[in-house]
């Protein structure tokens, strides 16, 4: 596995490394990137590391503890597969009595879901529900609908018992997030960018908790982690703009810092307070060329030691183990370590910055509205109409009726 992934958790036993993506996608991703090795030699030892990797049948062996997945991600796998998905939509059109493409698309998203847990089962059950997780994210469309989403996510949960529902950072889905939390489930707080967003999920999961306690329901093999889109708060263009209109200029080195900043004060104050959440941290990247304090990536160099959960694309996982002789020396309090106070004077004069990282920088019927929550939203939603098009395409290869079959599309 790679090196420098494998030093980050010998740095902190806190720290979990995580697969962002579905756990049946692993064995064809590996396959291609080591037929792109540049030699026998680079393609052996990357394949000893990825012998390591992700291993659910034998927990004790393997990196990896969990999978996050979302709509998108769903998406490609099925795109990138279509043969295979092909057979299975029609077959789930042809189980169903009165078929549409939306129904269809419920149906083929928890198959995908099912299949990614099913993978994970043995590693969630080895490990008493600690690891095996498989992060099932609710349908972008519905992310302002806490009933929908509540009705959605119970029937995830029923699906396998490692399932953790995966529920954005809006007002709705905190409302979710507590009354899933009261029932005894696992939570992924998603497109999160801010440390009020974790304050907000802190207090739905306490209050999830106490009304759980009340009623007697047992939460001793329940989750709660906070993920923070640590990647996508830099690279939305808002803090950009808003320096170049004070005229000032942002260095790729100060993005970074920015970007560890907000995570700092989140695991600052989930330490402090105890909350009952685990940051994790999704959309890494490295620095090529460095553009920050480290070697290697400032998110990984700059959170080294924390009681963290890093989510790695592929393409992270492969962009780390190509550049592993960048390896950095970890240090194990890096996490505590503060930024640079020029650059967080600095930082602080840009709005976007300030409501992510003060405490009461925003309300939360303003966190739907922030940047980067804008523009993942909308990414999520254009590839979730990509899965329901080719869908759709199914149903009009099936019938030559299919024009009222479509209407299903429209939600």
Not at 120 to 144: E, I, T
């Amino acid at each position: 596995m790679p090196i420098v992934l494998e030093e980050l958790q010998r740095v902190s036993p806190a720290a979990e490394i995580w697969w962002d993506s579905s756990p049946l996608d692993f064995p064809r991703w590996r396959d291609r990137f080591l037929n792109d090795a540049p030699d026998s030699a680079s393609r052996e030892r990357w394949s000893r590391q990825l012998d390591r990797f992700l291993r659910p049948d034998d927990p004790g062996a393997s990196l990896v503890r969990g999978i996050t997945t979302n709509p998108s991600l769903v998406a490609q796998s099925i795109l990138a597969s279509p043969e295979t998905w092909r057979g299975e939509i029609r077959e789930a059109i042809r189980d169903q009595s009165v078929p549409d493409v939306e129904s269809t698309f419920r149906l083929v998203y928890e198959e995908a879901l099912r299949r990614a847990a099913a993978r994970m089962l043995p590693m969630w059950q080895a490990s008493g529900g600690q690891f095996g997780w498989v992060s099932g994210q609710l349908d972008p469309r519905l992310m302002f609908d806490a009933d929908l989403m509540l009705e959605q996510a119970l029937r995830i949960a029923q699906l396998s018992p490692n399932l953790m529902l995966k529920v954005p950072g809006s007002a709705a889905g905190y409302r979710v997030i507590r009354q899933l939390v009261a029932r005894g489930l696992s939570i992924n707080n998603t497109l999160s960018y801010t440390v009020p967003q974790l304050l907000a999920c802190a207090e739905a999961v306490e209050s999830g908790l106490r009304d759980a306690r009340r009623q007697g329901v047992a939460t001793d093999r329940s989750r709660a982690v906070f993920t923070f889109m640590i990647g996508r708060f830099g690279s939305n263009s808002d803090l950009r703009c808003e320096a170049a209109t004070r005229g000032m200029e942002l260095t790729p080195s100060e993005i970074r810092w920015a970007e560890v900043a907000v995570l700092k004060r989140i695991h600052r104050r989930v330490r402090e307070h105890r909350l009952p959440v685990k940051p994790l941290l999704s959309s890494l990247e490295i620095d090529e060329p460095p553009a920050g304090p480290g070697t290697l990536s400032t998110h990984l160099e700059q959170s080294a030691g924390g009681a963290i959960a890093y989510t790695c694309k592929p393409r992270f996982v492969a962009d780390v183990m190509r550049q592993d002789h960048r390896l950095p020396d970890f240090s194990a309090d890096a996490i505590e370590q503060d930024i640079p106070e020029p650059v967080l004077e600095k930082l602080m004069w840009l709005p976007s910055f300030h409501r992510a990282y003060e405490p009461g920088g925003m309300g939360v019927e303003e966190f739907a509205h922030y940047g980067s929550f804008i523009s993942t939203y909308a990414e999520v939603l254009g590839n979730t109409r990509k899965l329901l098009d080719f869908i759709a395409h199914q149903f009009q290869t099936m019938s030559n009726s299919a024009r009222p079959l479509l209407s299903g599309i429209a939600r």
